[in-house]
C-alpha cells in the first residue's frame, strides 16, 4: 500500500471546498458522471480505432444509494484508471484545477464562485462537498503489469491512500461515504431529481433504481395468440399483462437535437417540446434547428412559442447544454436577448462555462455565437416567409412580438429583418416594409415630402379616425402589439423621412399637412366669445381649444392627443429608453371646426342657457367618439339626450 500528500501548500482545500455554496452542492453528482460519461466514450472512441480489442459490453452507468452504510455511488464501465493515471489525473491534474479554485476563491465574490465552481471548474474533487470519505476503485481496459485494479482513498484530509484491489470488471466505481449534512442525498426522489435536471440527455444510458412496468404476457408455443386478441377488437382488455421491475434508465441518450434534421418530422420537434416543457399546454408555433460545426460546435432547437397578450413573456426557457449536460437555464447574455423569448436547447462545448456571467458577456467568442444564432434564426424566418407567405402571414400575429422586440434591441438584426417583417392594417392585409411604403407613398407624403404613417391601436375605440382617414383615401395601421410604442421609434431611425401619427393626433387636414391650413372662417370676436362661453364648461388646462376650417361634414367639436405628448406617456409607462418621468397628466386639442353649420347656428343662438347646453353636448360627443365618455359623465349624457329627443 502507498499513502501520499496531495499538496503541502494547501491544506486548508477541502474545508473551503466542503464550505462553500450550499445551494450547488447537488453538482458533484453532475460531475461524477460527466466523467463516467467521459470514460466510456473514450473507450468507445479506442474501439471505433481499433485499439481496445476486447467485448464493450453493457456500458450502462449505474447510479447505486445505500442507506446503510450511507454511501452513493457511481459506476462506469469505461477505460478505468491505471495506478499512475490515478496518481496523475486525481492526485495532480484534478487537484491542482481545485487548488485553483482555492487560489480564486479569496479573490471572488460568492455569485462569481458560484459560476466558476457550478460549471466544471472543480470535477472529481467537488464530491468533498458531501463526502467524510471518498473511495475510488477502478481497473484499467489497458491489460499487463502496471495496469492491475487499484483502490484510491481519501477522507477529506490531504492524505490519501492507494492500493491493490481485488476489482474484476472494466471500469470505475467512485463510493462516496456521504457526511450527516448530506443525508439528503440518500433519498430517491432527490437523487432523481438531480439526475433529470443534469443528466436527462447524456449519451451514455444511466441507470438508477427500477421500475415497475406493464407487460403483456406471452403465451408460450401459441403464435395465433396474438391475432385472436386483435379480433377481438377490444385490444387491452383481453391481453394479459403482469407487472415487472426493471432498471430505471433516467436518460435520452439520443436527443433530437442531436438529430439530423432531414430525418425528423414535425411531430418529433412537437414531442420533444412537450417532454421539455410538460407544463405547457400550447404548441410552439415553429422551430429552427441549429446544426453548426463551423467556426464553432453548437446544435440545439429553438421554438418559438406561442404568447399570450395577457401573460407575462417568460424568460429564461432555453435550456444550455455542454456535450449534453445541462448548465444552465438563465441564458442572459449569452444569447442576444431578444432571443430569450424563445424556448429549446442549445449545446455547444464552446461556450466557455466555467466562468462567471459578466466574463461570459464579454467573451468574443459568446458574442460570435450569439451573432451566429441571430443569423439562423433570421435565415430561417425568411425562408419561412419565402416558403409560404400565407402561412407566415397566418402566424405573423402570434411572432411579431419576438421579431420588433430583435429589431429594438439588435440593429444587425433589423437588416435581415427588414425582408420578413410585416406590417399589417386595419383592414387586416400584410406588408413588408417595401410594399407598404409603394402602397402609401403617393397619397400619404405631407408637403415637406415626409411619408406619414398613420396608425391605428384599437380599431374599435379609434373607429371615427379612422373613417374619417380613409375617407381621404389614407391607409391605416395597426400597431396594437405590447412594444409596439418601442417598435415605432425604431422604425422612424430607421426609415428615411418618415413619421408615424396616430389617427388621431390631429384633425385629418393637419394629419398630413398637404398645403397651409385655412384659416378659420369665424373672425376674431367670434372665435373670442366662444372661447369664452366654453371655457366655463371645459376645463382649459386639460383641453386647448383652437377653431379651424374643414369641411362641413367633419365634426363640430374633435379632440385630438398631439402624437409627441402620447408617445411620452405611453414610452414612461413601458418604462423602456427615457427614463421614468412620473405621472405625465393627459393634455388633449379640443378642435372646433368653424365649417360645420352647427358652429354658426351655437353663436347666433340668443338663449344663453340653450348655448350652453348645446356646448356641453357637442363636448361629449367630441368625447364619446374618443372613447373619453364613461361614468357619470356619460349617464348624463344619455339622460339629456333622451330629454332632447323628448
Ligand atoms: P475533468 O473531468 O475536467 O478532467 P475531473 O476533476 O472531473 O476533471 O477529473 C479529473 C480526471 O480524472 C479526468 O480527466 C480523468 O482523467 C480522471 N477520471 C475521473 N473520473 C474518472 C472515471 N470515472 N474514469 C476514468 N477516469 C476518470
Ligand atoms: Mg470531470
Redesign the pocket.
Known amino acids: 500500500m502507498q499513502t501520499g500528500k496531495i499538496n503541502v501548500q494547501t491544506e486548508n482545500i477541502f474545508p473551503i471546498i466542503k464550505k462553500f455554496l450550499y445551494s450547488e452542492h447537488e453538482i458533484f453528482l453532475r ?1 461524477l458522471i ?3 460519461v ?2 466510456t466514450q473514450k473507450l468507445k472512441t479506442l474501439a471505433s480505432f481499433g485499439k481496445f480489442k476486447g467485448e464493450l459490453g453493457d456500458l450502462t452507468i449505474q447510479v447505486k444509494v445505500n442507506k446503510k452504510k450511507k454511501t452513493l455511488s457511481v459506476t ?1 464501465r ?4 491505471t495506478a499512475d ?1 490515478v496518481s496523475k ?2 492526485n495532480q ?2 487537484f491542482s ?1 481545485a487548488e485553483e479554485f482555492v487560489s480564486q476563491f479569496k479573490t471572488k465574490t460568492e455569485a462569481e464562485m458560484n459560476a466558476i465552481i457550478g460549471h ?1 471548474g ?4 467537488s464530491s468533498f462537498m458531501v463526502s467524510d470519505k471518498v473511495v475510488i476503485d ?1 481497473k484499467s481496459y489497458q491489460t499487463g503489469t502496471g495496469a492491475e485494479a487499484v483502490k484510491w482513498e481519501c477522507d477529506g484530509s490531504p492524505e490519501y491512500t492507494l492500493e491493490e484491489s481485488k476489482r474484476k470488471s472494466r471500469g ?1 466505481e ?1 463510493i462516496l461515504h456521504l457526511t450527516d449534512d448530506s443525508k439528503e442525498y440518500l433519498e430517491e426522489h432527490r437523487v432523481l431529481e438531480i439526475l433529470n435536471k443534469y443528466c436527462r440527455f447524456l449519451p451514455v444510458p444511466i441507470q438508477f433504481g427500477t421500475e415497475k412496468v406493464y407487460e403483456p404476457i406471452k403465451e408460450e408455443g401459441k403464435g395465433k395468440k396474438e391475432e385472436e386478441t386483435k379480433d377481438e377488437g377490444t385490444k387491452d382488455e383481453g391481453r394479459k399483462t403482469k407487472e415487472i421491475e426493471k432498471p430505471r434508465i433516467i436518460n435520452d441518450t439520443n436527443p433530437l437535437w442531436k438529430q439530423k434534421p432531414a430525418e425528423l418530422k414535425d411531430e418529433d420537434y412537437k414531442n420533444f417540446y412537450r417532454k421539455l416543457y410538460p407544463y405547457s399546454f400550447d404548441e410552439p408555433l415553429f422551430h429552427i434547428h441549429l446544426n453548426v460545426d463551423y467556426p464553432f460546435n453548437l446544435t440545439g432547437i429553438l421554438y418559438f412559442p406561442k404568447v399570450k397578450r395577457s401573460v407575462e413573456i417568460q424568460k429564461d426557457k432555453i435550456q444550455l447544454y455542454c456535450n449534453q449536460v445541462f448548465v444552465t437555464d438563465s441564458v442572459e447574455g449569452i444569447v442576444p436577448d431578444f432571443l430569450t423569448l424563445l424556448h429549446g436547447v442549445m449545446d455547444s462545448p464552446d461556450i466557455p462555462l466555467n466562468v462567471s456571467r459578466s466574463f461570459l458577456q464579454s467573451d468574443p467568442n459568446v458574442k460570435k455565437i450569439s451573432n451566429h444564432i441571430m443569423k439562423k434564426v433570421a435565415d430561417k424566418l425568411e425562408e419561412l416567409f419565402k416558403e409560404n407567405r400565407e402561412n407566415f402571414e397566418k402566424k405573423w400575429d402570434d411572432i411579431k412580438v419576438f421579431i420588433e422586440y430583435g429589431i429594438i434591441s439588435e440593429s444587425t438584426f433589423y437588416d435581415r429583418a427588414k425582408k420578413f417583417c410585416l406590417l399589417k392594417n386595419t383592414d387586416g392585409k400584410y406588408f413588408t416594409f417595401e410594399e407598404y411604403e409603394k402602397h402609401i407613398a403617393t397619397a400619404q407624403k405631407d408637403k415637406e415630402g415626409t411619408l406619414i404613417y398613420l396608425y391605428a391601436t384599437n380599431t374599435e375605440e379609434q373607429y371615427s379616425y379612422i373613417q374619417a382617414v380613409k375617407d381621404r383615401g389614407y391607409d391605416v395601421l395597426l400597431l396594437d402589439g405590447i412594444i409596439d410604442p418601442h417598435f415605432i421609434n425604431a422604425l422612424e431611425q430607421k426609415f428615411d423621412k418618415s413619421h408615424f401619427t396616430r389617427v388621431d393626433a390631429d384633425t385629418v387636414e393637419k394629419l398630413i399637412k398637404k398645403e397651409d391650413a385655412q384659416p378659420s372662417k369665424l373672425n376674431e370676436d367670434q372665435q373670442k366669445s366662444l372661447r369664452e362661453l366654453m371655457e366655463k364648461q371645459i376645463d382649459s388646462k386639460k383641453y386647448t381649444i383652437s377653431f379651424e376650417s374643414q369641411s362641413e361634414k367633419e365634426a363640430p367639436f374633435m379632440i385630438t392627443q398631439p402624437e409627441f405628448m402620447r408617445r411620452m406617456k405611453d414610452m414612461s409607462m413601458l418604462g423602456g429608453g427615457m427614463g421614468y418621468m412620473g405621472d405625465l397628466p393627459d393634455h388633449f386639442n379640443l378642435v372646433v371646426n368653424s365649417n360645420n353649420p352647427v358652429i354658426g347656428k351655437l353663436l347666433l343662438e340668443p338663449d344663453g342657457g340653450k348655448q350652453a347646453a348645446t356646448i356641453k353636448q357637442l363636448f361629449d360627443l367630441a368625447l364619446l367618439a374618443q372613447g373619453m365618455l364613461k361614468g357619470k359623465e356619460l349617464a348624463e349624457f344619455i339622460r339629456r339626450s333622451t330629454e332632447l329627443v323628448k
Open positions: 460531475e460527466s466523467n463516467a467521459d470514460a462506469d469505461g477505460v478505468g484508471m493515471e489525473y486525481i491534474i484534478a484545477s466544471f472543480l470535477g472529481f474533487y477502478t470505475t467512485v
